[in-house]
């Protein structure tokens, strides 16, 4: 069974330019949060996708977008980056209608904006 | 405004002796309490939780009490280990939320030292 994995692991972009971040759902799961950590900071919930739609959202703004493709990884886009951006992206993995602690996090990727 | 406070960013233990992670929350809508624990260059992982219609949890070492007048809950450890070294985030689930949309804390950074 493998884990939740993300990939790039570090990226550094400049302010204006576009991202897209990749998550690997843990095998068997078939919904996926995004989260942003702010340096200093807890993860703040961004939206959650399940069965291909995005499924509840947090206080992002729209230039914040995902997928979910149909073997259920993961992408999150940002456009427009602004230097606010940096911050370790985390994904987690879970089944539909299971239990909040049976949600697996990834390890982030730390996304750098200059 | 932040809904869940993490009063203290740092805390420091000796080995054997007792850890207690302190977290306030301001809605008493929250109906489920999470802990989790963060190793640098790892995701959170899951640790301990607490309905709301309880006032204690306990998982071997670990113990999460609830004090829902107060809107107060804490994760004792004991006794600590140096392992146990690590970012811990308390974390919030509204009442008819979904179970992934969890609102966390800034973490305390425990140490514990042999």
């Known amino acids: 069974e493998t884990g939740v994995t993300q990939s790039p692991t570090h990226l550094i972009k400049t302010r204006g330019q576009q991202v897209t971040l990749r998550c690997s759902s843990q095998?068997?799961?078939?919904?996926v949060s995004w989260y942003q950590q702010a340096l200093g900071q807890g993860p703040q919930f961004i939206f959650q996708?399940?069965?291909?739609?995005?499924?509840g959202r947090g206080n992002f703004p729209p230039r914040f977008s995902g997928l979910q493709f149909p073997n259920y990884s993961s992408e999150l886009n940002v456009n427009a980056l602004e230097l606010d951006d940096s911050a370790l992206y985390l994904c987690?993995?879970?089944?539909?209608?299971?239990?909040?602690?049976?949600?697996?996090f990834g390890p982030g990727t730390r996304l750098t904006v200059l | 405004d932040q809904q869940v406070k993490q009063n203290s960013p740092s805390l420091s233990v000796q080995e054997g002796r007792i850890s207690i992670l302190n977290c306030d929350y301001t809605?008493?809508?929250?109906?489920?309490f999470l802990w989790y624990k963060k190793y640098p260059a790892e995701g959170p992982t899951f640790l301990i939780s607490?309905?709301?219609?309880?006032d204690k949890n306990e998982d071997g070492r670990f113990t999460v009490f609830l004090n829902k007048s107060a809107k107060h809950l804490s994760l004792h450890i004991v006794p600590s280990q140096p392992g146990d070294s690590a970012v811990y985030f308390c974390?919030?689930?509204?009442?008819?939320?979904?179970?992934?949309?969890?609102?966390f804390g800034k973490g305390t950074l425990l140490t514990v030292n042999p």
């Open positions: 095998s068997g799961h078939n919904t």
């Open positions: 974390a919030v689930r509204p009442a008819g939320g979904s179970n992934y949309k969890l609102t």
């Open positions: 996708y399940y069965r291909e739609e995005e499924n």
């Open positions: 607490i309905s709301s219609i309880k």
């Open positions: 809605n008493s809508m929250f109906d489920y």
């Open positions: 987690a993995s879970s089944l539909a209608n299971g239990r909040a602690d049976t949600q697996y």
